[in-house]
């Protein structure tokens, strides 16, 4: 756990470089929020919605969903925002990655705290988050703390499957 942290740490200090380019203009631009959709999805005060790059949380009506909710929505609670673009989803949303003024990386936080799931298939390359599930998953952090958690996507497929 104390490596995951300090690598956290570190990487919240390297934040404000590593979003600086060769040029010493930053990549990330400022964003107002609007509103939180869920755990993974905010809209901005121009209405744009961001999904939250390299992390999925429990939906609404799942369990621990709210949950996710909540904590993303007090993370940024009176914060000066940042959002580095990734993409552009199948839906017309914008993905990136949200960080506060004091360099911390929300989704990264997200993970780490227990409230998402790395999302490996869209952010593969992304170990740091990979280590900060597994720590937390083994610290019994926030949902890793249910006896048996059900990722976001088997969840969705679930309910598209027909009841009997």
């Known amino acids: 756990m104390l490596e995951v942290k300090l690598n956290h740490r570190w990487l919240s200090m390297l934040t404000p470089i590593l979003m600086t380019n060769v040029y010493g203009e ?18 901005t005060s121009d209405d744009t919605r961001i999904r939250l790059w390299g992390i999925d949380t429990p939906e ?21 925002l940042y959002l580095e ?5 199948r839906y017309g949303r914008t993905v990136g990655v949200v960080y506060t ?11 780490c705290e227990g409230h ?9 390359m992304a170990i740091n988050y990979k280590q900060c599930q597994e720590d937390a998953q ?3 952090r926030g949902l890793w703390a249910e006896e048996s958690p059900v990722a976001p996507w088997d969840w969705r ?7 009997s």
């Not at 497929?157 to 009841?163: A, C, F, K, N």
């Open 60 to 80: 609404r009506d799942q369990q621990y969903g709210s949950h996710a909710t909540a904590a993303l929505t007090e993370k940024l609670h009176e914060q000066q």
């Open 26 to 43: 930053t990549d990330a631009t400022p964003i107002k929020l609007k509103h939180v959709s869920d755990g993974d999805t905010i809209v």
């Open 101 to 111: 003024a004091d360099g911390d990386e929300v989704n990264l936080d997200m993970v």
């Open 116 to 124: 998402a799931w790395w999302y490996q298939r869209y952010a593969e």
């Open 138 to 140: 083994r610290n019994k």
């Open 85 to 89: 673009i990734k993409d552009v989803d």
């Open 157 to 163: 497929g679930l309910q598209l499957t027909p009841q």
